[in-house]
């Protein structure tokens, strides 16, 4: 049994909600002809994987081939965007109201995920994820963790497991495929993850090194390349997608 954090009040300082028809650029920029992670993820990232409409954020993963820019062959394209140089914040609560794709798509990799706006070398400033999901027919949850460095020991990650799955009570198969609220509390000493306000996960302070500099929202949808690859059944044809409804970002009063 988790023991819940003091109770605050939390006050909006940011919300995105994804009206009209185009990512507000003032806010989010979009990863463009770029990969991503060691060893390179299975998908390229291009903006065509990104769109809004009906009041949502749409990631879009297709299974095509595409040529990077080193010349390389990805077999799929994807989206990612992030709020890098737009927004950023220090502490508070971070809400995203998400509809994930079905376990069937096999090494789909959706997250939502906060990382530092200073740039310091991964991970000596902490990699918040929300969460995150990988597509396999035999485990339906979501995980959240925290990856986290001594400082200067840029690459030595010392929470290389994720922190906890989490899948709801009696669910049902691809329960994550309806919305729900994916949330982190960041405090000074804790960290505190969420799903429809059901605490899962504490991070503590000491000996954990917690995040000190303010951190930009990231969502994306890449394709695993090590630990559930796609199959050859795996639905990609025509697009499987990872649908944000709105972000909420909060401080605490």
């Known amino acids: 049994m988790l023991t819940p ?43 065509s994987a990104v769109t809004v409409s ?9 299974e095509e081939q595409i040529l990077g820019p080193k010349g390389q062959v990805f077999n799929f394209t994807s989206g990612w965007v992030d709020s890098q140089d737009r927004f950023s914040q220090k502490y508070g609560r971070f809400d995203a109201n998400c509809s994930l794709p079905s376990t069937d798509a096999t090494g789909i990799w959706p997250a ?40 200067t020991a840029c690459g030595k990650d010392l929470e290389p497991i994720p922190g906890a799955p989490y899948r709801p009570k009696n669910s049902k198969k691809d329960w994550q495929t309806e919305f729900h609220v994916y949330t982190v509390e960041w405090r000074e000493n804790r960290l505190d993850f969420y799903v429809d306000n059901n605490l899962y996960l504490t991070r503590i302070e000491d000996p954990i090194i917690l995040p000190t500099d303010p951190m930009f929202i990231i969502f994306d949808q890449a394709v695993d390349p090590w630990l559930f690859r796609p199959g050859k059944n795996a639905p990609y044809g025509d697009g499987v997608t990872m649908k944000v409804d709105w972000v909420k970002v909060y401080t605490a009063e």
């Open 112 to 151: 939502f995920w906060l990382m530092p706006q200073n740039g310091t070398c991964w991970p000596t400033g902490g990699e918040i994820d929300i969460f995150e999901m990988n597509g396999d027919p035999i485990q339906d949850w979501i995980w959240g963790s925290y990856h986290w460095a001594k400082p």
């Open 5 to 47: 954090p003091p109770p605050v009040n939390w006050k909006m300082s940011w919300e995105e909600n994804f009206d009209g028809t185009s990512l507000n650029a003032s806010r989010w920029k979009v990863k463009s002809n770029q990969s991503h992670c060691c060893p390179t993820e299975l998908s390229l990232y291009v903006p």
């Open 54 to 62: 009906n009041g949502m954020l749409h990631i879009t993963t297709k």
